[in-house]
């Protein structure tokens, strides 16, 4: 049995926030696996993800419709999506809790 994993990489944390990595393709065995970490991270006090899915694919649309629930975390938590796939982007759109930025500028910029 092949175990499937999206490998996700801390790159900054200044509490309460967290940058991460996350590449991969995101389908039906990896999606739980990624939302456990997040839910980990939350867990641990960090209440606002700045997730870069520059390197993150989607298997296909119903994953990525699952967005809405995956990246929702929780009333207090925000996700910064950055650079997520279009389809993310799509029905991640307009979800409390969820910013969406095109770019690492704009995701920079509020990180700071």
């Known amino acids: 049995m092949e175990i499937v994993t999206l490998p996700v990489r801390v ?10 990595a996350v590449s991969g393709t995101l389908a039906a065995p990896t999606r739980d696996p990624l939302h456990q ?3 980990t991270c939350i867990d641990q006090g960090y209440l606002e993800l700045f997730l ?7 298997a296909d ?12 975390l929780g009333s207090g938590v925000r996700c910064h ?3 997520a796939p279009a389809e993310i982007c799509e ?3 307009g979800v409390p809790g969820i910013v969406l ?9 509020e990180w700071e």
Do not use: K, V
């Open 37 to 39: 970490r997040l839910r």
């Open 91 to 93: 029905h991640g759109a």
């Open 52 to 58: 870069d899915l520059r390197q993150l694919r989607c």
């Open 101 to 109: 930025h095109a770019r690492l500028g704009s995701a920079w910029r």
């Open 81 to 83: 999506l950055i650079g």
């Open 11 to 20: 790159l900054a944390e200044a509490a309460p926030r967290m940058w991460l």
């Open 61 to 72: 649309t119903g994953d990525a419709a699952l967005a809405s629930t995956l990246f929702a």
